[in-house]
């Protein structure tokens, strides 16, 4: 039987969907419900279901971001998107990341039928044949982009790998993974990559001094500031300015 996760904030829809769908019909079974985006992740995580149905505008965490940081870790896994907003770009998106089906609300019987046996259809074809969607590498980089801007909207304060995958929904592994696979650099080395490009821009400014500099960019340590600007420009944060 394929496990079924059903993720909408509102109870009536994920009973109706629980109890009106004949999964049995399809070979499905529902495993289990949530009422949010990030409630849904972690259940995701834990019974690794074969099907999703669920809601883009929840509470805590929307229903994309959710589908990113799914497909990014189960690229195999088949969503179906039920909303009450019609919004093109959304469902644009939502196809980009693999979804099987984008339904508006209040969707009928057969297309919910239908929606459940294209996505098991699908699923069996991948099992005979093998082959692997091409979503994965869309979902990392979704994920890999909102990493990116959470790092360059916060560079100026401590940032760690824990912060950025609470911020993504990935795990601290998997969100490294993507960082060197999209960017070909570590974690700490983007961070300083971005904390160096933004001091050099500071640097223009006589009137700031290199050590304060240093400070508004993140770096608590002098030394260690000099260390990574020689190491990314080749040259120390003075003669970059005299240079300028």
Known sequence: MYRVVIIDDEPIIVKGLS?????????????????NGQEGLELI???QPHMIISDIYMPKMDGLTMAAA??????DTELTILTGYRDFELAQKAIRLGVRRFLL???NMEELEEAVAAMAEHL?????TGEKPPEEDVAGS??????LDYMQENYAHKVTLTDVADHTYVSQWHLSKLLNRHTGQSFSEKMNTIRIEEAKKLLSDP??????????VGFLDMGHFSRVFKKITGISANEYRNRM
């Open 19 to 35: 109890r009106m769908v004949p999964w049995e019909k399809y070979g499905c079974e529902v495993s289990g419900t949530a009422e």
């Open 45 to 47: 995580r834990k019974l």
């Open 70 to 75: 799914m497909k990014s870790e189960f690229e």
């Open 105 to 107: 609300k209040p969707s």
């Open 124 to 128: 069996k074809k991948r099992g005979i």
């Open 142 to 147: 979704f994920i890999v982009k909102k990493a």
């Open 207 to 216: 009137s700031l001094r290199i050590c304060d500099i240093a400070e508004q």
